[in-house]
T-cell receptor, first 115, second 112 residues
Framework: EPEVTQTPSHQVTQMGQEVILRCVPISNHLYFYWYRQILGQKVEFLVSFYNNEISEKSEIFDDQFSVERPDGSNFTLKIRSTKLEDSAMYFC?????????????FGPGTRLTVL | KQEVTQIPAALSVPEGENLVLNCSFTDSAIYNLQWFRQDPGKGLTSLLLIQSSQREQTSGRLNASLDKSSGRSTLYIAASQPGDSATYLCAVLIQGAQKLVFGQGTRLTINP
């Protein structure tokens, strides 16, 4: 069964450094998402992406964050200058069509630790 | 603003029991509701999706119901097994948006 994959599984970085989290959505899906989960807290929506542009973003998704689909398979989340509070599990998800009828399929996550 | 709450926060039961997990949401303007399973340090596995027009969905030993007007959903697990131990999350897809809003989860422990 097709799966969403994410790399790396764990990323450790120093405060102020740039990180890029990578995702490979399911191949025929058109909608892509990033969520994050700070330890012990709820899963929070960051951004949705369709047709090579952001379709919705949360208040968390400020100018330090960006997303890109650099080729036909990868979907990336970049954090330009990491802060301690960016430490979290970051989940990528995809869905085949607009999500209202379709399950969002989640990847295994990337644990980001900012020191 | 949509808020999703799950009760209880944690539940520990002996193997073989039937159990119910609860989810409530404040705004009934939703497209669908999903139940997920999360194992420690792992990703989210979708268990069931209920469209806003549906009342329930079943998959194996799992049955989820939805009462949109009262803002409630339940996940019923029959004949629980130790392998069911995990955190169960519910999430609603709000109308006019593509984002899921999650509850904080119920941590379930099934004791052999």
């Amino acid at each position: 069964e097709p799966e969403v994959t994410q790399t790396p599984s764990h990323q450790v970085t120093q405060m102020g450094q740039e990180v890029i989290l990578r995702c490979v959505p399911i191949s025929n899906h058109l909608y892509f998402y990033w969520y994050r989960q700070i330890l012990g807290q709820k899963v929070e929506f960051l951004v949705s992406f369709y047709n090579n542009e952001i379709s919705e973003k949360s208040e968390i998704f400020d100018d330090q964050f960006s997303v890109e689909r650099p080729d036909g398979s990868n979907f990336t989340l970049k954090i330009r200058s990491t802060k301690l509070e960016d430490s979290a599990m970051y989940f990528c998800a995809s869905s085949p069509r607009t999500g209202y009828k379709d399950t969002q399929y989640f990847g295994p996550g990337t644990r980001l630790t900012v020191l | 603003k949509q808020e999703v709450t799950q009760i209880p926060a944690a539940l520990s039961v002996p193997e073989g029991e039937n159990l119910v997990l609860n989810c409530s949401f404040t705004d009934s303007a939703i497209y669908n509701l999903q139940w997920f399973r999360q194992d420690p340090g792992k990703g989210l596995t979708s268990l069931l999706l209920i469209q806003s027009s549906q009342r329930e969905q079943t998959s194996g030993r799992l049955n989820a119901s939805l009462d949109k007007s009262s803002g409630r959903s339940t996940l019923y697990i029959a004949a629980s097994q130790p392998g069911d131990s995990a955190t169960y999350l519910c999430a609603v897809l709000i109308q006019g948006a593509q984002k899921l809003v999650f509850g904080q989860g119920t941590r379930l422990t099934i004791n052999p």
